[in-house]
């Protein structure tokens, strides 16, 4: 944001503070602040909470604790027989307006980057999905084959919303003075906070299928940017793009993506999926029996891929990801098991892990994917 914008968030978090404390948060870094915000507005909620500690057990639960419904009629002019309730249900959370004051951006009415993660964490369902069908000849969405770098921007941030799942989310529009933020999507996304809309390509009758088209053709896409930043639809984007990328500190690295949190195997992750029904099995079967564990050695390294970081022009990336690719059309849709055997494929790749675990990140947040279905 803008250096008086700013300011007037820096007093706003320091509001009622003493001097000094209220000095030394004015001028912390942003990660700081950020935690001082969380200690001073709110706590981290898990998926697993009750009302007994003061924690919220259901989405509902959790916008009756967040929404000031005095602030909230006032805000958008809500007459007394309107339900603040239903108005935030409706609208309020498909165009991320904040639910309270202290959750209010500059502009008094929407999110503030910070109140977004906190209500992502708190388990409310903010962003929205497209309600209609996008028509191929629409103008109003990009062709992925003829996407430019007009404005020189250095990152792609890209993420794709497929079926009835997931909801595509804002950011922080700070963000974009380094960065274009596409998704692609078969259905027309009215409320795109920043995001450019992309056609889709590749057609299937597996909306998971879909996504990985669109995720292991990154390069093909986007190689008019220096990086490419991917989220899954149910991942949050926490941090300025740039940041994360300067974060992960070899700056020779192609590409970058998480360590498993709980297992490091193919065969580990194939039976996983197996139990919780994430894959038929005898798909699951068919897709080890065509690696050649003795040769690829493939099987001592597991990663989890909702969020990565490469360099498309890299050639060991776009071999390693036409690689990918053309092992996952033949077999499992669960990318996390053909990943290990493409690198292994490509040994000249740069490859970086990021520093944490997703689950201990905080730059991004992974939430519960949900179908369309689910109701307050």
Known sequence: MGLSKSIRRRLQ??????????????????????AYEYNKFGRYLNESTTSSDGRWRTETDAINANLDPIWYAQTH?????????????????????????????EDGKSLSAWGLEYLVRCGIKIGCRGERALSPDDSQALDPFKITNSSG????VVTAIFGDYDNLMPFDPAWKSAAEFFVFSEKKIESLSGWQQVHSPYHHIDPRRRARFIKLCLPVFFDNFEWVLWVDGNVLLCRDPQAIIAGIGDTTFDFAAFKHSSRNSVISEAAACAQLGKENAIELAEHLARIDFSSKKPADNLYETMAMVLRP????????????????SKGSKRDQLSLPLAMAEVPEIKFAPFTETIDHSAEFFRTKHYAKTDKI
């Not at 003493?18 to 950020?34: E, G, N, P, Q, V």
């Open 153 to 156: 921007k250095k990152i792609a």
């Open 77 to 105: 002019n809500l007459s007394q027989t309107q339900s603040c309730f239903d108005h935030y249900c409706d609208e309020g959370r498909k165009f991320a307006f904040a639910p309270n004051s202290a959750l209010a951006g």
């Open 313 to 328: 022009s890299s050639l060991p990336v776009q071999k390693m990801f036409a690689t990918w690719w053309g092992l996952l």
């Open 13 to 34: 978090i320091i509001e009622g503070d003493s001097i000094s404390t209220s000095f030394k948060i004015f001028f912390a870094d942003r990660k700081t602040r950020r």
